[in-house]
């Protein structure tokens, strides 16, 4: 039953970020308010918002009995429920502010701590990536393989730089520089979920994070 359940859930999932990677689709080139939240860098722009929206209507019509952690609205429900969405309506923010097209809608579900559904959906190629425990992943419907490379001498790479950087001597600096000079080379997408998506279907070869990653950026990718 739990296996036949993560399928409705995964479908659950893949509306929620169709729905609002339509939306980020249409304002593409449009955004009105860009500001910034936290830490310098860390950018929210009235799109986020409008995305993270449609995401908590549609998983709180079909789902009103889980939690949920919002990249823009904070925790939603009990910490202690077994169910925990992570949404993040717009991960690569910065790049979709800048008109740089690589971002993402992110939706992912951890059952007692543990990742079981995922759905990264990039409006930007039309590619919906999704996943269940037991059930494996498949990229716009089409079962999906990640890359047979196994040695770090011939692997092209990706990672990230979290917004703390500057205030922080866990910068990934280094760590970048020194798997530059042993891979074929290192990607710096701009978004962690499309990042492990990318690694998922095998253009990538692998990915590391480091600093501070937000929950919502990764459940879905792991």
Same mark, same amino acid.
């Given at each position: 039953?739990?296996?036949e359940?993560l399928?409705i ?14 939306l ?5 080139g449009?955004?009105?308010?860009i500001?910034?939240?936290g ?5 929210v722009?009235e799109?986020?918002q409008a995305?993270?929206a449609?995401?908590l209507?549609?998983?709180g ?7 949920i ?5 904070g925790a939603?429900?009990?910490?202690t429920?077994?169910?925990?969405w992570?949404?993040d309506?717009l991960?690569?923010t910065? %790049?979709? #502010?800048? &008109?740089?097209?690589?971002?993402c809608?992110s939706? @992912?579900l951890?059952?007692?701590g *543990? ?6 959906y990039?409006?930007?190629r039309d590619?919906?990536f ?8 498949t990229?716009n ?7 047979s ?9 990706v ?7 500057r ?8 760590e970048?520089?020194h798997l ?5 080379g ?6 962690a979920a499309?990042?492990?998506? %990318?690694v #998922?279907c &095998?253009r990538l070869?692998g990915y590391?994070?480091? @600093?501070?990653?937000?929950?919502? *950026?990764v459940?879905a990718g792991?």
């Open positions: 039953m739990q296996s359940q399928l859930w995964l479908d659950i999932a893949s509306e929620a970020a169709l729905a609002a990677g339509a980020v689709r249409d304002r593409w449009k955004v009105e308010s500001r910034e939240k830490q310098a860098g860390d950018l722009t799109v986020d995305a993270e449609i995401l209507a549609v998983l019509r079909h789902l009103p009995d889980h939690a952690l919002a990249e823009e609205s939603i429900g009990a910490v429920n077994p169910y925990q992570a949404i309506p991960d690569g910065t %790049n979709f #502010a800048h &008109g740089y097209p690589v971002a809608v939706v @992912g951890a059952i007692a *543990d990742p079981q559904v995922g759905v990264i990039d409006p930007f590619e919906l999704r996943a269940a425990a037991g059930h494996g992943a990229c419907r089409q079962p999906m393989r990640v890359s490379i196994s040695t770090l001498a011939q692997s092209l790479l990672t990230g730089f979290a917004y703390d950087r205030e922080t001597a866990d910068n990934n600096y280094a970048f520089c530059t000079h042993l891979s074929q290192v990607r710096r997408g701009g978004s499309l990042d492990l998506a %990318n #998922a &095998g070869d590391w994070g480091a @600093g501070s990653e937000a929950r919502g *950026d459940t792991v």
